[in-house]
């Protein structure tokens, strides 16, 4: 007998311990190359700092309001308690990083690159990750208010205890995303669920989507 497909689950890096130091936040500037340093409830707003690179870094209690980040690189880094009520960190790479506790109001995340990334108990608005590539990304005890993957490529991303009023799925492209740990109130674009796992409580919920999508009529 053939053997049932399964889910593969984000395989996750865990990020080693290191000994960093306090970063000077007055001079960050763009194309900058930080390593192994901290920056504790400093605030970058209206910061231009595109291309910016911070490896093996921390930001801590940091607030983010307009920050220019875009094709930034974000390796081996923490981010805990980020505030940003807009975000601008388009075609940026992610790699290796754990979010916790942040708020984030506008993320513009577009055509961005994902690998090894868990965001951790955090509220966020609108999420914007049309055209990224996303790998092995875990999303646990959030809430998200829209998280856009139009076009996206997504291979080995879950959710745990996660809401999301709408998720926009068009032309989207997926392999192993998990979606039984997620909670939803609208889906567009049903055709990219292909290569999604849900459970078959979110199949009955689906069920009206489907009919409505596919012209189907439904009479008792």
């Known amino acids: 007998m053939a053997r049932r497909p399964s889910t593969h689950p984000p395989r996750l890096d865990t990020l080693r311990t290191v000994e960093r130091s306090p ?15 901290e920056f504790v409830g400093i605030d970058l707003s209206d910061r231009d700092l595109s291309g910016i690179t911070l490896r093996e870094c921390s930001l801590e209690d940091v607030t983010l309001t307009d920050t220019n980040l875009r094709g930034s690189r974000v390796i081996e880094t923490v981010l805990t308690g980020i505030n940003a ?23 513009e995340l577009f055509d961005a690159t994902w690998q090894s990334v868990r965001i951790s108990v955090s509220k966020l608005g609108y999420v914007n990750l049309r055209g990224s590539s996303l790998t092995d990304v875990l999303f646990e005890d959030c809430t998200i208010d829209e998280l856009d993957l139009g076009g996206a490529t997504a291979t080995r991303v879950a959710f745990t205890n996660t809401r999301v009023q709408t998720l926009d799925l068009t ?8 979606l039984r740990g997620l909670e939803f109130q609208a889906i567009h674009g049903l055709e990219g669920l292909k290569g999604a796992t849900v459970s078959e409580y979110q199949l009955s919920e689906l069920a009206p989507l489907f009919a409505t999508h596919l012209g189907i009529l439904v009479e008792g």
């Open 23 to 37: 970063g000077d936040a007055d001079s960050l500037d763009t194309d900058d190359d930080r390593e192994l340093e």
């Open 85 to 107: 009520p807009i975000l601008r960190s388009s075609r940026s790479t992610w790699r290796d990083v754990m979010v916790n506790r942040s708020r984030i109001g506008s993320g």
């Open 171 to 178: 032309r989207a492209a997926l392999t192993h995303v998990d």
